[in-house]
């Protein structure tokens, strides 16, 4: 699985960001649930929403409820992460990743994409 994060950028409290993660290869399955993460310096990496294969299901961090909002393009074999209310707390690089929905939630899957930096300025 070849996975590919855009849309991170540097925004003002307050602000809003959409993450887009690409998934392709031939290892990729729809079936596979998807995920986000992100890592600070000062942090491990740690799950912050992940999404069933269908859709119709998504676990979040307690830190982020609220405010994002993870939805999939089954089509594009995408998932976005819509993160609104940012706080500087949220400064980290995102990753994303995709496997099976078990490996994803326990934060053990083989591939992650090379992640996207997200910094929000007080």
């Known amino acids: 699985v070849q996975l590919v994060e855009s849309g991170g950028a540097s925004v003002q409290a307050g602000g809003s960001l959409r993450l887009p993660c690409e998934a392709s290869g031939p290892t990729f399955e729809e079936s596979h649930a998807m995920g986000w993460f992100r890592q600070s310096p000062a942090k491990e990496r740690g799950s912050v929403a992940i999404?069933?294969?269908?859709?119709?299901?998504?676990i979040y961090a307690d830190s982020v409820k609220g405010r994002f909002t993870i939805s999939r393009d089954t089509a594009k074999n995408t998932a976005y992460l819509q993160m609104n209310s940012l706080e500087p707390e949220d400064t980290a690089v995102y990753y994303c990743?995709?496997?099976?929905?078990?490996?994803?939630?326990?934060?053990?899957?083989?591939?992650w994409g090379r992640g996207t930096q997200v910094t929000v300025s007080s």
């Open positions: 999404i069933s294969w269908s859709g119709t299901s998504a």
């Open positions: 990743t995709a496997d099976s929905e078990p490996v994803v939630v326990t934060g053990s899957p083989r591939t």
